[in-house]
């Protein structure tokens, strides 16, 4: 179920924003009395879903969900219509209107794609305000995943600033440290500020872990305190109910050590895998003591029914006139981050071709359970993704035609027709090879 509900918050989402993307074309074609023949959400190659005619444009949805497109008469566009353009130009077609409306309606999407990121930012504070946990209010510090620990960070480390900088929100560590790539990393441990080196290998290491699996754990969590593990359910097998713990047992101690951490627990079975473990457990009001072989795998087989974990989060309510400023510098700050990020990926070589996703990836960030503020945060991000990527100075993009256009205005000549159309297969070649490459990457990762 969980998997569904992904699936039908991507599909609306990127169904939402392709209508948006290219309604921004259709809005300034319009604007400039230039024809639009076609409308699509989606692609249709050989046959549509659903068409219809208004006027002069044909509206539909195609099957093919990579996208969407209008099609722009006198424009050598994804339809590849050659024989249009041996044709004498027409008033109302794209080619004979001027260069500055030309990039105005190529740029039309763009626009509207960062308008509308822009406003879904505006109406989430209106609506719901934003939550965050501070990065100083993760009491117990953290649980660091072992590519941390090499750096030489411990469990319990608080952070609390990069390169000396102190940290607002808990969530924006491993983002601050993929994209601005500090050297050093500022941590309380035992009530002392300890100073740690940031490997310049760290971030390449962090790429290739998430190129691998979907189903990674959390690298850095704060330490969750317990009085005893709770066991909620059991594994298909497990040797802790073979030996005669039950739901609703508290842990109490593994070999006569107890625990004030959940860390502590599994550090302690993981210690003990293949040994005897004496296991005291609470059942009720009695204490009671087993004797168990570990399996080699080191587990218990067990579900720890766990608290859930309190912190002293800070919510800002803000009216409209507060939200309007702050969602569009907080659409502003998403934009940047995304630019850093493809950067990033540029920069990384062989990592990078490897930590491109596909569809999967994008569906698996959702929720898998219905969330507004979640499904609205979410589809803000990918407009500003679509924006960036389809401004990108790659032919078949928007950015390929602008970047002609920019070229027409500089040299006052337009680049040929036949050039125009061999730089649309060419960008098209490169667009699909990388479809694949995102998808098949995630098929990698599924089995990863």
Known sequence: MEIFIKIVQFVLSLSILVVCHEFGHFLFAKL??????KFYMFFNPWFSLFKFRKGETEYGIGWLPLGGY????????????????KQPAQPWEFRSKPA???????????????????MIYIGILYTWGETYLPAKNVTYGVVCDPVFERMGMQKGDKIVALDHRELDRFTDIIPEILLNTPRTMQVVRNGEEVTLEIPETLVSELLEMSSKSFSLNPLLVPRRPVEGVKIGGFADYSVAYDAGLRK????????????????EFTDAVE?????????KVLRGADTLTFNFLLGNDGKFGIYAALSPLSFDLVTKEFSFVE???????????QLGAYIKQLKLLFSQGETAVKSVGG????????????SWPDFWSLTALISIMLAVVNILPIPALDGGHVLFLLYEVITRRKPSEKFMEYAQIGGMIFIFGLFILANVNDIIKFFG
């Open 32 to 37: 400039f009395k230039t024809r639009v023949e």
């Open 70 to 85: 209008v099609k722009i008469a006198g424009m050598i566009d994804e339809s590849m219509d050659t024989e249009q353009m």
């Open 100 to 118: 500055w409306q030309r990039l105005l309606i190529m740029v039309g999407g763009v626009l509207v794609n960062v308008i509308v990121a822009f």
């Open 248 to 263: 609703g047992d508290r842990i109490l101690s593994i070999n006569g050590l107890g625990f004030a951490f959940y860390d």
């Open 271 to 279: 210690a003990h895998k293949g040994e005897s473990v004496e296991t």
């Open 323 to 333: 939200a309007v400023p702050a969602g569009i510098r907080m659409g502003a700050n």
């Open 359 to 370: 569809f999967a990836s994008i569906a698996n960030v959702f929720p898998g359970i219905w």
